[in-house]
């Protein structure tokens, strides 16, 4: 997400981050990008947990992500807590957003410097929050509760300056859910911000505001818009015509064209804020998302095969819960003769987690009390997959 950001941001553009509830939104926002052969930010958004198993969901987002032709991240949006970013990264998202805008200055800089250190571990990049945007009216405008709080230029710099965050959501006069009447923007905050930071700037609540006004923001940084509300509208807009049309007769063709409606409204999107056409420049100057395999092959001294469950059973326990850390598989040699009769394999999400993972205190921990001690006879070796070099 790093690369694309940077490209759009560099190039002039913005890229959609757009919200998804189901597999219909995850399908038809996809297609929407390939139609526009454009970069897209498949977005899950905490405070939609409710309408989905985040952990079930993941897989899927996973699998479509790989087979599209153009560039895809997928992004944890609102998370609330370190443990959210921490468990987003390793169920497979590859940027993250904890939202504490609406904590004290000093209270959203401790918190996002702790998400910061912990994914810039895991090689994924972090977007902050300053200022406040708040809901109105719509499906998400509960969820933001209170009134709009600007984004100030001084305590913007501070902020990116002590987290080190990679992307700024800044407040300017846009609300999460539906506008009531004309927005009115603060182009020229936007510009003192983009000025003081030079990095990308990323738009929360992007329904409702005219083609003008999204053209200004990408003009003074914006290289991130997330977007649901009008995605929202679009597929309910969709499922009552098809009431209406007294066709409808069963859940699936109460669903019919919903897909195809989210595509459109999303390729028009991405037409709008010039993302299309920029997906294979993106391809070539990004890095792509790749996990390593951490594999040990050893011998147990002085342990039995049941000695051996019980350190496996402690070791997939503790390790997979270390941030980036995406699997850990225990093994025994199928045939007794082999030179090794025992394994693991560890999946990290990114190359940088070979070093975080090795200085974590957890791993550190088993390794040296319960691992080492009876594993001294060892093979450690770190694999990257072939694919794309």
């Known amino acids: 997400m790093n690369d694309m950001l940077t490209h759009a941001y560099k190039q002039g553009y913005a890229i959609g981050a757009f ?15 390939e139609n526009a052969r454009a970069p897209v930010i498949l977005s899950l958004a905490e405070s939609h947990f409710s309408y989905f198993d985040f952990e079930l969901m993941m897989p899927a987002v996973e699998a479509a992500a790989r087979q599209a032709s153009v560039p895809v991240a997928i992004h ?38 702790q998400v910061v250190s912990m994914a810039h571990g895991c090689g994924v990049p972090v977007e902050g929050e300053l200022g406040y945007v708040p809901g109105v009216e719509g499906e998400d405008a509960e969820c933001h ?12 710099r501070r902020y990116a300056g002590e987290t080190g965050i990679d992307f700024l959501a800044v407040s300017v006069g846009t609300v999460h859910g539906r506008m009531q009447g004309k927005p009115s923007l603060d182009f020229g905050r936007l510009c003192d911000i ?3 930071l030079g990095i990308p700037l990323v738009i929360h609540g992007g329904t409702g505001l005219s083609d003008d006004q ?25 499922i009552l015509q098809n009431v209406r049309s007294g066709k409808a007769d069963g859940y699936t063709s109460l669903l019919q064209g919903v897909l195809q409606a989210i595509a459109e409204e999303t390729e028009r999107c991405i037409r709008l804020w010039g993302g299309a056409g920029h997906a294979e420049e993106v391809l070539a100057e990004s890095e792509a998302w790749l996990p390593v395999e951490h594999v040990i092959v050893y ?37 007794a003769d082999d030179a090794y009769h025992y394994s693991w394999l560890v999946r990290f999400c990114h190359q940088a987690v070979i070093d975080s993972y090795r200085d974590h205190p957890e791993h550190l921990a088993f390794a ?3 691992f080492r001690p009876v594993a001294g006879d060892r093979i450690s070796i770190d694999f990257r997959s072939l694919e794309n070099g």
């Open 214 to 238: 999204f053209r200004q923001l990408i003009a003074n940084g914006v290289a991130k818009i997330n977007y649901y509300t009008a995605l929202s509208d679009t597929a309910e807009r969709r």
């Open 145 to 156: 509760p209170g009134k709009v709080a600007y984004t100030s230029v001084k305590e913007a």
């Open 194 to 196: 983009n000025n003081a």
């Open 19 to 33: 919200d998804l509830v189901s597999l219909d939104f995850l399908q038809g926002i996809l297609q929407g990008a």
């Open 299 to 335: 011998n147990a001294d002085g342990l039995d095969d049941s000695g051996v469950q019980a350190m496996a059973d402690k070791g997939r326990q503790v390790l997979s819960a270390i941030p980036g850390v995406r699997e850990v598989f225990a093994g025994k040699a199928v045939k």
């Open 76 to 113: 944890l949006d609102h998370g609330t807590t370190l443990g959210s970013a921490i468990r987003s990264i390793n169920l497979g998202c590859n940027g993250v957003m904890v939202d504490a805008s609406h904590l004290s200055l000093v209270e959203n800089i401790e918190l996002s410097s």
């Open 368 to 370: 040296n009390q319960v």
